[in-house]
């Protein structure tokens, strides 16, 4: 079955820059694209962005554009997120999650258990 | 971006009760709107998908409906795993957008 794992907490300080690996098994893992998705304390979901299968494209979104970067490991299939410049504001959840389908790439369906990353000083 | 608006934010429920959340969408999304069920501390997990397909392994007292920018998810006969909080997200535009989330508490 489709299996996410993410790497562990961390805590950075403001202005650092961020790393977060997700590792996959279950799947074909260039098949599917991968998103990214935050949660800080409290609040709602919010997409940053996500890696296309197959081409490894990526998408990002506009809050976070010159910011984020997606990559991935195909041969160790692990994904990765990138996030510079960090603030307090950045201080939350951060899910890696599978698309639902080859075809319904938009759909992040399966979601790995999420890495808290606090920006502290 | 593609605003998504649920309500009520909060909900009061017993036990066997049937309740209904609501999304709305900024935008014609066609049927292209998910709904997550999420517990503390755990990641959010997909309930419904296409506004009325089931994800495989969910319950069949969850059902949604609803196309253009008007959605419902309607749990029946409420059980205690059910309060939980719940999303609505749309999936039109590649920048997908989450609604703002219904807790579901138990009365």
């Known amino acids: 079955q489709v299996q996410l794992v993410q790497s562990g907490a961390e805590v950075k300080m403001p202005g650092a820059s961020l790393k977060l690996s997700c590792k996959a098994s279950?799947?074909?893992?260039?098949?599917?694209?991968m998103h990214w998705v935050r949660q800080a304390p409290g609040q709602s979901l919010e997409w940053m962005g996500r890696i296309n299968g197959g081409s490894g494209n990526t998408k990002y979104s506009q809050n976070f554009q010159d910011r984020v970067t997606l990559t991935w490991d195909t041969s160790a299939k692990i994904a990765y997120m990138e996030l510079s410049s960090l603030g307090s504001g950045d201080t939350a959840i951060y899910f890696c999650?599978?698309?639902?389908?080859?075809?319904?790439?938009?759909?992040?369906?399966?979601w790995g258990q999420g890495t808290l990353v606090t920006v502290s000083s | 971006d593609i605003q998504m608006t649920q309500s009520p934010s909060t909900l009061s429920a017993s036990i066997g009760d049937r309740v209904t959340i609501t999304c709305r969408a900024s935008?014609?999304?066609?049927?292209?709107l998910a709904w997550f069920q999420q517990k503390p501390g755990k990641a959010p997990e997909l309930l419904v998908y296409m506004a009325s397909t089931l994800q495989s392994g969910v319950p069949s007292r969850f059902s949604g409906s609803g196309s253009g920018t008007e959605f419902t998810l309607t749990i029946n006969s409420l059980r205690p795993d059910d309060f939980a909080t719940y999303y609505c997200?749309?999936?039109?535009?590649?920048?997908?957008?989450f609604g703002q989330g219904t807790t579901l508490e138990i009365k």
């Open positions: 935008q014609n999304i066609n049927i292209w």
């Open positions: 279950g799947y074909t893992f260039t098949s599917f694209a």
């Open positions: 997200q749309q999936y039109l535009s590649h920048h997908v957008t």
């Open positions: 999650a599978r698309a639902l389908s080859m075809t319904v790439v938009a759909l992040p369906g399966h």
